[in-house]
């Protein structure tokens, strides 16, 4: 492998070991930490997609976590408002007053009246709005997440469904696919001077290899099959791995826009494409430019 490609893994492996760290901060919720490992990873590369993803994502946790300080800071004010000031200091007694120098005679206070209702104290309203005030505020915000927890899950439910129908699809395609090349074989078998044309088994074989690509793995039956295929066409070892890795490269570059088409790839998703292009040996240098034509169909449609 060429030591250019060789850095860019390198470079790809520090990144998402320090992205893997930032998640693992944000969810303990500590964001200085986590916002630290994001601004490792842009220093190996400032305009990496996943650390900036993952540096907006940190700085919108950090205004919320400020915001809830501010929320209870006003909280502790409202209350210390609602003790009100301190109570006024008692008189002295009246005997006190009375054996005081000078003391004059005090007059005859009439019984107490029934007792009234209490004066309301300094910044009762200013309390009484605040504690409406955060109360509305805090049903908008349950309201808010209780709705966005439902998109969540209606948009969860829908891509599981979407996969369960893209998979059902892509096994009765193949299903479909080996069950006419069993067809052709039996043909072939029973009617020696009818086989068909090498490059009709050519297509076929294309055919096939695609489809059993399409969950990123070749099975032993399945390349038993393609194996006699190849030997019914007259393929060479070489001619046969070139068909291999052309129809690896189509299922790799389905399963590269699969990932960028919610415009975000997660260090999940990129270790499976790691792992997949691995599988398929194809260089790094080659998934840096589809990836690059990708994003770049994706934006054009924009």
Known sequence: MPVIAQDRDAQKKIISEYLKAADRFIK???FP???DEVNKALGVEPNNMYALAYNERVKVA???AKKKEEEERLRKLA???KKGPPP???PEPAAKAAN???AKPLPTQAPPSQPSSPAPLPGDDLVAKIKKDSQESAEKKADARLDLLKQEFTTSQQKYQDDIARLAAEAKNAIAAKEAAETKLAAMSSNAAGAPPSGMLVALLTKLFT???ADGTISDDERALLTVLKDQAGLSDEEFRKIEGESGASSYIVNLREVWKDGVVTP?????LEALRKILKISAEEHFRLEAQIRKEMQSKK
């Open 62 to 64: 950090i205004e919320a």
């Open 211 to 213: 489809a059993a690509w």
């Open 33 to 35: 930490r986590a916002l």
């Open 268 to 272: 999940e998703e990129a270790e499976k």
């Open 88 to 90: 006024p200091k008692a």
């Open 28 to 30: 303990s919720s500590e």
């Open 100 to 102: 005081a120098p000078d």
């Open 79 to 81: 209350e210390e408002q």
